[in-house]
């Protein structure tokens, strides 16, 4: 897929079909994050890869959204160390890892972190040091059926030329 099917495609999965992704794909879905744009190229972030069952487990326990986290093959939690811009730079790194996914045949949903109160639990659970936040959880896996797409805003509604009109 070239960059503008991917980017024009993807939608949010939350069922997945039970086939594992590859360690290497994982790896390279989370290098696509680490090449995210960053504010000052500060590079605040970090990318927690949980396959294992039990922990995906309490990650959905504790996530009110995400109870699909518990199903997929795998999800990437974003932490970013706090400073001015992490929550920015996290989102871009997020928003890479969801096209990089994709970009790799495999589904993902961005799940609420950083605002949730459950996200300091959940950074508990990780080992996740103090002074860092988390951003994201990403459930990821082949997708069970192709993602069903989201009414989504016109561009003539969005696209301003020049000035807001
Ligand atoms: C900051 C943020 C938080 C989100 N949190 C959740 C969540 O907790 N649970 C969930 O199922 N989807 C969550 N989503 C996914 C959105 O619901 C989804 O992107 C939106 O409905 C648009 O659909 P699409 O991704 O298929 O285009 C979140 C997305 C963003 C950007």
Same mark, same amino acid.
């Given at each position: 897929m *070239?960059a503008?099917?991917? =980017? &024009?495609?993807r ?6 079909? !039970? ?7 994982? @790896? *390279?879905?989370?290098? /696509? ?7 000052? %190229?500060e590079? $605040? +972030? @970090? ?11 309490? =990650? ?6 995400? &109870? ?6 795998? /999800?990437?939690?974003v932490? /970013?160390?706090?400073?001015? #811009?992490?929550? @920015? ?6 928003? %890479? =890892?969801?096209? !990089?996914? +994709?970009?790799?045949?495999v !589904?993902?949903? +961005?799940?609420? !972190?950083?605002?949730? $109160? #459950?996200?300091?639990? =959940?950074?508990?659970?990780?080992g996740?040091?103090?002074g #860092? ?8 896996g #082949? $997708?069970q059926?192709p993602?069903?797409? &989201?009414?989504?805003?016109?561009? %003539?509604?969005?696209?301003h030329? @020049?000035? +807001?009109?």
């Amino acid at each position: 897929m *070239d960059a503008l099917t991917v =980017i &024009k495609t993807r939608r949010s999965v939350r069922a997945f079909a !039970g086939r594992q992704v590859p360690r290497e794909v994982l @790896e *390279d879905i989370v290098d /696509c994050g680490r090449l995210a744009a960053t504010a000052r %190229n500060e590079q $605040p +972030w @970090e990318f927690i890869v949980v396959t294992d069952a039990s922990m995906r487990e309490k =990650i959905a326990d504790l996530a009110e959204y995400g &109870k699909f986290i518990a199903q997929a093959s795998a /999800c990437i939690v974003v932490v /970013c160390k706090d400073g001015r #811009y992490f929550l @920015e730079d996290g989102s871009a790194a997020s928003q %890479n =890892i969801l096209l !990089g996914a +994709w970009a790799h045949g495999v !589904g993902s949903c +961005w799940v609420a !972190g950083d605002k949730k $109160p #459950y996200a300091v639990d =959940i950074a508990k659970v990780l080992g996740v040091p103090d002074g #860092y936040r988390v951003i994201s959880l990403i459930a990821l896996g #082949y $997708p069970q059926a192709p993602p069903s797409p &989201k009414p989504k805003r016109a561009l %003539n509604e969005v696209l301003h030329w @020049e000035k +807001w009109a």
